[in-house]
């Protein structure tokens, strides 16, 4: 039998709420094949299969050769384009080229600012769709007061209430909520409970925004007291309030309901368990979220797509990721959900190469990615400095449209700043068309990392100018940017504003990164009297900060004093058993260095072994001091054999203070000779092209003898080099270093 138009449409939206490109172009062939004249709804379906599979330029070649368009037609279009990736500007172009708009359309646009944040556009749009004279539908209402909630907008919000009942949409349960939802979102109980109490029917969305309103304003009881209220103490019911407390944040209490729910003999559904394992995973409650999983087991819902791919978020952010693979592998089917989490979970497990591989794996098996899978594939590279990789990356997102997100234009910036490339970064930067606080905290925080402090304030100015308000981060980068660039003054002016003129309240991180800008400076004094005039008690990260600066100055007296407060606090961390080592070394104290190390190693804590990589021909190669296991370690030896005769002649001098062991000098040199990071460097020169430079990364600090010959190698052989350690990257070209000697 012959399909006709009849047919088709149905088909078409099948393949759209399936994803299924591949079938939707076989049907697209059918339609061309069969000689059926298409009407403007096989058209519309056709733009709208397209642009819901994620291909806009097939769902835009039909579009613009349709001999007529309806408004569902320009609808699709609208809903196809960046709206749902987080830009707004190719849905504006579409939507103002309609001749005539209907209600669904103006609420495709009001719907589409919602979703990327812009409230204010949203409520603009509406002004502009009742001057155009086109009557709101209760859609319309839902969406415009949530516009209101967003932007804590309590009086345009009372504006739109009143507009709600002239428009008699005020009986409407979905308003209604809207209603109750906006008012308690604003602050405002009084008005959300009347408008509660005057409803005929109340859903389990009502009563959450009731009760989730009660929770924002501190009244607990109050919130307690309306579950109690609800007639029909179901898992729906339930579990609304259960995703209420994960919602703020509560995932204890999310917790102590769930269990209260089972001794009351109520079954959960899918849906209640995804949202008590999403309180597992905020509260990082690994064996709390095991138990769930068993319950999980004995209802049988483990092989559930959403289930599933939340336990994988909860293994994985409870840093469990062979359970997060375990859960991966036993799921009948994957989507790209599921790829996502996994490849977010190896990121956050610090397993750059592992989550890059899954990318590749998720390809192969024809999955196809969101603009979500780009970030975290960005991610990926930034975390294990692939640049090349990240470069690819970034094709691929050029291809698929997505570069204009604003997600993965941040995610952009990222990884080209932590690979190492301002230039690229600044060029993303340059051509993203909306930025947020995150894209401008990216690229401050990648001058901060590169030592361009100077740019970095440059950078905060330009976005003062652009009226953008910056938040708790983007002056955590601000600081750490004259940290390692010595900008003592203007950190201190930074500093000042937080408080005084952006009302931004002072945190660990602000004054982690304050230690350190006056520490490094020599100013030790004023540091340890900063940290000792802390609102909170200071954490060993900040101690830590202060122990470094000892270190750095020489300063015995206070580094015990520091150090002993450092152990307190992290008995089990080796940081502060280094550092103190480190500053009895530099100050010729090797029995006190010694009685250190042996502390440490009477308490058994394990130091993190020094690790430098270097990427050669797409393959990454690692290093360990006095590395002997590299296939090619023979010509490693002569080629640093031959690089220090060439570094004594042109006067390099080896620091031996850098050296822990205690044996003769002769043999100092040597450890100093097979550091990690001359290894890679040296592997490095003997496997590339000569004249390209090096990159390499490092777990730890680079120390001040391998920072001295970097220079001197520079210096020799005439190759750019640049590190990357855990604090910031070292540029080594034309005989300057992008640190000058302070880091």
């Not at 403007?40 to 733009?47: I, R």
């Not at 490849?343 to 397993?351: A, D, N, P």
């Amino acid at each position: 039998m012959s399909p006709d138009n009849f047919t088709f449409v149905p088909v078409l939206n099948a393949c759209a709420s399936l994803r299924a490109l591949e079938a939707g172009r076989k049907v697209h062939e059918e339609i061309i094949q069969s000689g059926c004249k298409a009407d403007v709804f096989v058209w519309s379906s056709l733009v709208d299969m397209y642009s819901k599979c994620g291909s806009m330029e097939d769902a835009c070649k039909v579009f613009n050769n349709m001999p007529s368009r309806n408004a569902v037609t320009w609808n699709a279009m609208i809903l196809g384009h960046p709206a749902k990736c987080g830009s707004m500007d190719n849905a504006c172009r579409v939507f103002n080229r309609m001749l005539l708009r209907d209600v669904v359309s103006w609420n495709v646009m009001i719907f589409g600012y919602m979703k990327c944040g812009q409230g204010q556009k949203a409520l603009e749009l509406f002004h502009q769709m009742q001057q155009a004279g086109v009557e709101p539908a209760t859609l319309t209402f839902v969406g415009v007061l949530n516009a209101c909630s967003s932007i804590v907008g309590l009086e345009e919000g009372r504006c739109v209430h009143d507009q709600v009942i002239a428009s008699g949409c005020k009986s409407d349960v979905f308003v209604g909520s809207s209603l109750v939802d906006m008012y308690a979102k604003c602050g405002s109980l009084e008005d959300a409970q009347r408008v509660f109490s005057k409803m005929p029917t109340q859903d389990a969305v009502t009563w959450t925004a009731m009760i989730l309103g009660h929770v924002k304003c501190g009244q607990g009881q109050d919130a307690l007291e309306l579950f109690r209220q609800m007639q029909q103490e179901d898992v729906v019911t339930w579990t609304t309030m259960i995703l209420g407390y994960v919602k703020c944040g509560q995932g204890s209490k999310a917790l102590e309901l769930f269990q209260q729910m089972h001794q009351e003999g109520v079954q959960s559904d899918p849906v209640t368990f995804v949202g008590v394992l999403n309180a597992c995973a905020s509260m990082v409650a690994l064996e709390e979220g095991r138990h769930v999983h068993e319950q999980i087991i004995q209802s049988g819902y483990e092989s559930v797509a959403f289930v599933g791919n939340s336990l994988i978020d909860m293994y994985a952010k409870c840093e469990s990721i062979e359970d997060a693979k375990r859960v991966f592998n036993k799921l009948p089917s994957h989507d790209v959900v599921s790829w996502n989490v996994m490849i977010f979970g190896h990121v956050k497990y610090r397993q750059g190469q592992k989550a890059l591989e899954l990318f590749r794996q998720m390809q192969e098996e024809g999955v196809q990615p969101a603009p979500m899978t780009l970030v975290g594939v960005l991610n990926a590279c930034a975390s294990v400095v692939a640049l090349e990789e990240g470069r690819h990356a970034h094709d691929w997102g050029i291809k698929s449209g997505w570069d204009s997100n604003v997600f993965v234009g941040n995610s952009l910036i990222d990884m080209y700043a932590k690979c190492g490339s301002l230039e690229d970064a600044l060029k993303v930067f340059n051509k993203m068309p909306s930025r947020d606080v995150v894209t401008w905290n990216a690229m401050i925080g990648g001058y901060a990392i590169h030592g361009h402090g100077k740019e970095a304030l440059q950078q905060f100015e330009q976005m003062h100018e652009e009226v953008v308000q910056p938040d708790d981060i983007t002056f955590v980068c601000l600081l750490s940017a004259c940290s390692h660039s010595g900008l003592v003054d203007e950190g201190l002016r930074c500093y000042s504003s937080m408080s005084t003129v952006y009302m931004i309240s002072v945190n660990l991180e602000h004054y982690t990164c304050m230690v350190n800008l006056l520490g490094r400076a020599g100013r030790l004094h004023e540091a340890e009297n900063m940290l000792k005039a802390m609102p909170c008690k200071p954490n060993a990260g900040v101690w830590r900060a202060l122990l470094g600066a000892c270190r750095i100055h020489g300063n015995v007296e206070m580094g015990e004093r520091v150090a002993k407060q450092v152990l307190e606090l992290e008995p089990k961390n080796a940081a502060g058993y280094v550092l103190l080592s480190n500053l009895y070394t530099a100050t010729g104290n090797r029995d006190l260095s010694g009685n250190v190390e042996w502390q440490r190693k009477e308490r058994s804590v394990k130091k993190h072994p020094g690790r430098t990589w270097i990427e050669v021909d797409n393959e990454v190669h690692t290093f360990v001091v006095d590395d002997q296991h590299h296939p090619q370690m023979i010509e490693i030896h002569a080629e640093l054999k031959r690089l220090s005769g060439l570094m004594h002649d042109a006067g390099y001098m080896p620091d031996t203070n850098f050296v822990l062991h205690d044996v003769e000098v002769e043999e100092k040199v040597f450890y100093l000779c097979h550091h990690s990071e001359k290894l890679a460097i040296a592997f490095g020169l003997i496997n590339s092209v000569p004249g390209t430079p090096l990159c390499i990364r490092k777990n730890l600090w680079v120390c001040g003898d391998c920072h001295t010959s970097t220079k001197f190698i520079l210096k020799v052989v005439g190759r750019a080099i640049m590190v990357r350690d855990a604090n910031c990257f070292h540029h080594f070209q034309d005989g300057e270093y992008s640190c000058r000697d302070y880091w």
